[in-house]
């Protein structure tokens, strides 16, 4: 009995542990955590295999496929027969023979200060000074010791030294005269060798003029490496790689046969050779995701907190994030021909612009920015060849996609954003084809066709997948409200037949909240559609509400103030419950709610003082539920609700009138602390108050008078068509 109820308390404590929302966020990061590097690591193929040069192969090994490879060895073996024509490049030292003379005649400036010295330490400065001359005496032999010169040359008059000098210079000035380089040195010596021998000098003299000669030549063209090594790249460039074709079932290398170099690359090229440990590319991998997924949630924590406390909303983050790499994932597995080139180019068809106009529509614009950008890294691991154009493609790609569904309209701007991103990813594969450096025609026509087919293939599968995530996951998206938005929606086509005066007013609010909204950055389209939907209550009572009343008498008129308001402030209520029965989403009930905030129906309240001299009225009985407006949208229908039906209550509107109550009825609502939970500033105010009234100008503008020939002719057509009340248009 004992287990059973250990077993039962672990169940409890771990059904307590998964219910906890800090739980569930940590399971859901580690799930994607290794779904991401599941999808990352399949790009590794597990059949590779991982030889060493020169290792013996345990089994043979084919190609799968038909392929087109280059052929290494033959490649730099061509490479090297065109870099062994281009020739040394050199330039010339114009102060070689300068520099030359000049250690000419240093030496023998400095002979000469020994010989006029004093006579202590003479012999010990000569021979230094001959040893110290003379650094390449591993080039010739000397006939005597440098002692045995100090000797003769301690002897010497003057006037030989100087014609030692002399002779030493003739010499030298002719075999500079000649192109010398460091190559053809040794010759330059051996010329100056026999030049020596040939002078009627006392073999110690010739030692000393062989001593400074050799020492003193030089070479006047130098070695110029970096125009070498240019010319060297130009021509093992010009070399295009010798290109074999591969066929599937070929075998590569044969069973107990060592690997060599060539064979090695081909299995590289074929993807069949991997360059490193499996394991030390999952450490990699690991660690990658890891960071990205650590910079994800600090964004949100720091900037996004209310998506960062929704477990459902880090849930659809991530559920668009893998999607998004894992089609990425399947789109660089398409293969192009046979030609390995052209396949690496499926990297520009990574549907990074899918999710990134999924997080902008569903969820925030910025942040969908934000994920575009490590989106578009995973896409320079997911792909080979080119990854920095793949991942600054992705990016300028998904950019284009949030510009165009940043403010949606209407459904076709979902079709457009897809062109859109299409036009940009050519003109930017274009770039960086430019900036590279090097075209390849057929390359770029691959290149740009990829482009535009990735622009239509993320609108394909943003619209394909953007119903099921609104669905799933109750979000109301730009494209619900367009849907919405629709006429002929029930509730709207209800609302038309029943309280046509509602529908009216309805349009009207709405026009003139959605002018301002953009203004004070409200989101016109959800401002738009709150408005269509405010007042949809009244169609349980249309006619106890003036818009509707045509010509009626009033009911209003038999009942009291208390149960008017009542019937008035219950379309609030009964508005709610209509849009829940036809599923409409939390945004819009907002709106149906909130509309009226707690305001004071004052009509009935003051009704209600008159017939109550003793002031026994309660206010709050007069006074909607609410809650207040808890957003700019929310604000706008209920100011452009009130100011509508207001204006429309003015006796011969003036663009005067129209100004003072507008501002009237909006000081009313601040003072009453109706906006002070909508997130408006005075100087929103300010533009809401001034968008109202050029609107309403332009509705209520002054009629024009029709000259009296006009006003006869209309007469005398109503006479004729026997319609009396027949007026001019306005």
């Known amino acids: 009995m004992k287990i059973p109820t250990v077993l039962q308390y672990m169940l409890r404590r771990l059904n307590v542990f998964l219910q906890k929302s800090r739980t569930k966020k940590l399971l859901s990061i580690f799930l994607f955590f290794g779904i991401t590097i599941l999808i990352l690591f399949s790009n590794f193929n597990p059949k590779q295999v991982w030889l060493k040069q020169d290792e013996v192969a345990r089994s043979n090994i084919q190609s799968d496929i038909n392929a087109v490879v280059v052929d290494t060895k033959q490649t730099e073996i061509l490479r090297q027969q065109a870099a062994s024509k281009v020739?040394?490049?050199?330039?010339?030292?114009?102060?070689?023979?300068?520099?030359?003379?000049?250690?000419?005649?240093?030496?023998?400036?400095?002979?000469?200060?020994?010989?006029?010295?004093?006579?202590?330490?003479?012999?010990?400065?000569?021979?230094?000074?001959?040893?110290?001359?003379?650094?390449?005496?591993?080039?010739?032999?000397?006939?005597y010791t440098p002692a045995r010169l100090s000797e003769y040359l301690l002897a010497t008059s003057p006037q030989d030294i100087e014609k030692m000098r002399q002779s030493?210079?003739?010499?030298?000035?002719?075999?500079?005269?000649?192109?010398?380089?460091?190559?053809?040195?040794?010759?330059?010596?051996?010329?100056?060798?026999?030049?020596?021998?040939?002078?009627?000098?006392?073999?110690?003299?010739?030692?000393?003029?062989?001593?400074?000669?050799?020492?003193?030549?030089?070479?006047?063209?130098?070695?110029?490496?970096?125009?070498?090594?240019?010319?060297?790249?130009?021509?093992?460039?010009?070399?295009?790689p010798v290109q074999k074709t591969v066929k599937a079932g070929e075998i590569i290398v044969r069973e107990g046969d060592r690997v060599t170099a060539e064979q090695i690359s081909i299995l590289e090229q074929l993807g069949i050779q991997r360059s490193k440990s499996y394991v030390t590319t999952l450490a990699g991998t690991a660690l990658f995701v890891l960071l990205t997924f650590w910079l994800v949630l600090q964004f949100l924590r720091r900037y996004y907190r209310d998506i960062y406390r929704n477990d459902m909303l880090l849930l659809l983050i991530g559920l668009i994030f893998i999607l998004t790499i894992a089609f990425s994932r399947f789109v660089t597995i398409i293969k192009i021909g046979d030609n390995a080139e052209l396949?690496?180019?499926?990297?520009?068809?990574?549907?990074?612009?899918?999710?990134?106009?999924?997080?902008?529509?569903?969820?925030?614009?910025?942040?969908?920015?934000?994920?575009?950008?490590i989106m578009a890294l995973y896409v320079g691991l997911l792909t080979q060849g080119d990854q920095l154009y793949y991942t600054i493609t992705a990016f300028i790609g998904g950019s284009v996609g949030i510009f165009g569904v940043h403010r949606l309209t209407q459904m076709s701007d979902l079709a457009k954003s897809g062109l859109r991103i299409a036009i940009a990813n050519i003109v930017t594969i274009i770039t960086l084809n430019l900036i590279s450096g090097e075209v390849n025609p057929s390359t770029l026509t691959v290149s740009v066709l990829m482009g535009a087919a990735n622009g239509i293939l993320s609108a394909v599968l943003m619209i394909g997948?953007?119903?099921?995530?609104?669905?799933?996951?109750?979000?109301?998206?730009?494209?619900?409200?367009?849907e919405l938005s629709n006429p002929n929606h029930p509730l709207l086509r209800r609302l038309l037949l029943e309280a046509p005066g509602t529908y009216h007013h309805s349009l009207m609010v709405g026009n003139l909240a959605e002018a301002t909204a953009e203004a004070v950055g409200a989101n016109p389209l959800l401002v738009r559609v709150g408005a269509l939907f405010h007042d949809v209550g009244k169609i349980?009572?249309?006619?106890?509400?003036?818009?509707?009343?045509?010509?009626?008498?009033?009911?209003?008129?038999?009942?009291?103030?208390?149960?008017?308001?009542?019937?008035?402030?219950?379309?609030?209520?009964?508005?709610?419950?209509?849009?829940?029965?036809?599923?409409?989403?939390?945004?819009?009930?907002?709106?149906?709610?909130?509309?009226?905030?707690?305001?004071?129906?004052?009509?009935?309240?003051?009704?209600?003082?008159?017939?109550?001299?003793?002031?026994?009225?309660?206010?709050?009985?007069?006074?909607?539920?609410?809650?207040?407006?808890?957003?700019?949208?929310?604000?706008?229908?209920?100011?452009a609700d009130s100011v509508e039906a207001a204006v429309r209550s003015l006796q011969d509107p003036n663009p005067q009138k129209i100004s003072q109550m507008v501002r009237m009825i909006i000081n009313d609502k601040l003072s009453e602390g109706q906006l002070e939970t909508a997130d408006l500033t005075f100087k929103d105010l300010d533009t809401i108050s001034k968008s109202f009234c050029k609107a309403l100008e332009g509705i209520y503008h002054k009629r024009i008078e029709y000259p009296e020939i006009i006003v006869r002719e209309f007469e005398k057509r109503r006479e004729q068509d026997g319609h009396p009340d027949h007026k001019p248009a306005e």
């Open 465 to 482: 997948i953007l119903p099921y995530l609104e669905s799933g996951f109750s979000l109301t998206s730009m494209i619900k409200l367009l």
């Open 343 to 373: 396949h690496l180019l499926t990297g520009y068809l990574a549907p990074v612009a899918a999710g990134s106009m999924l997080i902008a529509i569903l969820l925030d614009n910025r942040l969908a920015y934000f994920m575009t950008t």
């Open 87 to 143: 020739q040394k490049v050199y330039q010339e030292d114009n102060f070689a023979l300068a520099n030359t003379e000049k250690d000419i005649n240093l030496f023998f400036t400095r002979l000469g200060e020994i010989l006029a010295g004093s006579q202590e330490n003479k012999d010990e400065a000569m021979q230094n000074l001959l040893v110290k001359t003379n650094v390449k005496k591993d080039l010739f032999q000397l006939q």
């Open 540 to 639: 349980k009572r249309p006619e106890y509400f003036v818009e509707n009343q045509r010509g009626f008498e009033n009911p209003h008129e038999k009942i009291a103030p208390a149960l008017s308001t009542l019937i008035i402030t219950s379309h609030v209520k009964e508005g709610v419950e209509l849009a829940r029965e036809a599923h409409l989403p939390q945004a819009i009930l907002d709106f149906i709610e909130q509309h009226h905030g707690t305001s004071l129906a004052r009509y009935f309240y003051s009704r209600a003082l008159e017939e109550d001299p003793d002031g026994n009225v309660n206010e709050d009985n007069f006074r909607y539920e609410g809650p207040k407006p808890q957003s700019k949208e929310v604000a706008l229908v209920m100011l």
């Open 168 to 240: 030493t210079i003739l010499i030298v000035r002719p075999l500079m005269a000649n192109p010398i380089t460091d190559d053809t040195l040794n010759g330059i010596y051996q010329q100056a060798f026999g030049k020596i021998s040939e002078l009627g000098y006392a073999p110690e003299a010739r030692d000393v003029i062989k001593i400074i000669t050799i020492n003193s030549l030089r070479a006047n063209l130098i070695y110029n490496e970096e125009a070498t090594n240019k010319a060297l790249k130009e021509a093992t460039e010009s070399v295009q």
